[in-house]
Structures are given as structure tokens and as C-alpha cells.
């Protein structure tokens, strides 16, 4: 820790610090021993303490064991000289999950050019990205009446079914189930009366398949379930 304290630093340590206080991102330092010795005004706003407070805590005082576990291996990685690149989901303790997109830099001894004496790590929170995106693929890929898988992801998953049952060598099947009359029960009752059919199918065929297999509409009155891993 007195060597990262110690190595040199660019003159105007006001200005820098004021430039890293205004940056749309979280920045932070740790030494080799994973105790934190700086971060700047988001990243202290996140963890609700001040600099002194910061001051040899580390990701424990934050974050649950899990979090902490996941943390560490990265963290080792990048003291053994590999600068990583990859997006971290983080629980803190008022319960709220937040994912970011963390870049962490080793930072190299002045004076041993192989020796790491600390971790730069710079962190962009995507939380709001990743929610955005996941809502958008499940409207792409879900049958807005049922909630079921549609007919185009249904046959993406059924292409990716195939391939792993050729490579693993294991049985499946498809079991195609079409309704009868159901023409007649929307010509007499209403469309309305047909859509809360076709719900209370879809939620009765739900409690009766396995987990892991695919359940789709893939027409008006059409269903589809995919099963998966039957056997050799």
C-alpha cells in the first residue's frame, strides 16, 4: 500500500481529482491487498462514505459473500498483470442489483516494471440499458396474448434443440397440438370469449410440463411443446 501511496502521480492533484469527480463514470483504486485507497465522488455517492471512511475497507464492507467471491477472481486476475473487460451484476445492501460494464487496469510498480501494486478499475453502470434490452427481446420473442413463446423463437429454439441432440446424442421430441372447433367458439361466443380460451389452455398446458421444455403458439388455435434430453 506505501508503494501505490508513493508512486508518482501527474502534477495538479486538485485538477485531476476535480476532472475524475466529474466523470460519467465510477473510478476507483485498490492496492494489492483488495483494500480500497480511492475513488472518486460517484463512486464514494454509491457506496455512501466519504474518503476517510473508504480508507481500508474493501468489497466486504459493501457487497454479500457471493458478490465478494465473484469480485476476488477478477481482482486476481488483474494482479497477476491481465487487464479485464466484462459486466458485473452487484447487489448493495439497501437490496438494489445494478449492472456494469467494469474495465480494471493493473497498476504497474514505477520502479519494478513486473510487479502490480494495485487495481484501477473504472465501471459504467448499464442497468437501465439491460432492462431495456431484456424487455425488448421479450417482446420479439413472446405471443402478446398468452405469454408464451411465439412461432419465430420457437423455431430458433427448436434449431438449437437439434443441434445439441446430434452432439449429445440424445432423443427429443415435438408434440404439435391443434384445437378443434375453436373456429365455431369464436363465431358463437366472440373473440373475446376465444382469447380467454386460448389463455386458459396456454396456463393448463403450463402446469403440466417439464421446466425445461418449450411451450409455443405458433398460429391462432395452434400450440407446440418442445421436449428436450428424453433419453439415448
Known amino acids: 500500500m506505501a508503494e501505490l501511496k508513493n508512486s508518482k502521480l501527474p ?15 465510477y473510478v476507483y483504486i485498490k492496492n494489492e491487498l483488495g483494500h480500497y485507497v480511492y475513488a472518486n465522488k460517484l463512486t464514494l455517492g454509491l457506496f455512501a462514505c466519504s474518503e476517510q471512511e473508504l480508507q481500508h475497507k474493501s468489497d466486504v464492507d459493501f457487497f454479500p459473500i457471493s458478490d465478494v467471491k465473484k469480485l476476488a477472481k ?5 494482479l497477476s498483470g491481465e487487464r479485464t473487460r466484462e459486466e458485473v451484476k452487484l447487489t448493495f445492501p439497501d437490496g438494489h442489483q445494478y449492472i456494469f460494464w467494469e474495465v480494471k487496469t493493473p497498476i504497474i510498480c514505477d520502479t519494478e516494471p513486473n510487479k502490480v501494486i494495485g487495481i484501477l478499475g473504472i465501471a459504467t453502470d448499464i442497468t437501465e440499458r439491460k432492462h431495456l434490452e431484456e424487455q425488448l427481446l421479450y417482446a420479439a420473442s413472446t405471443d402478446p396474448l398468452t405469454e408464451l413463446l411465439n412461432r419465430r423463437y420457437f423455431y430458433i429454439r427448436l434449431s438449437l434443440a437439434l443441434q445439441m441432440s446430434k452432439r449429445d446424442q440424445n432423443y427429443g421430441a415435438v408434440i404439435f397440438i391443434d384445437l378443434n372447433k375453436f373456429k365455431k367458439l369464436n363465431d358463437q361466443y366472440g373473440h373475446n370469449t376465444g382469447d380467454a380460451y386460448l389463455v386458459e389452455i396456454a396456463n393448463r398446458m403450463k402446469t403440466v410440463v417439464r421446466e425445461k421444455d418449450c411451450l409455443a403458439r405458433i398460429g391462432g388455435d395452434e400450440f407446440v411443446v418442445l421436449l428436450e434430453g428424453l433419453g439415448r
Open 11 to 25: 502534477v495538479h492533484i486538485a485538477e485531476l481529482k476535480f476532472a475524475l469527480d466529474n466523470v460519467p463514470a
Open 74 to 78: 477478477i481482482d486476481k486476475r488483474v
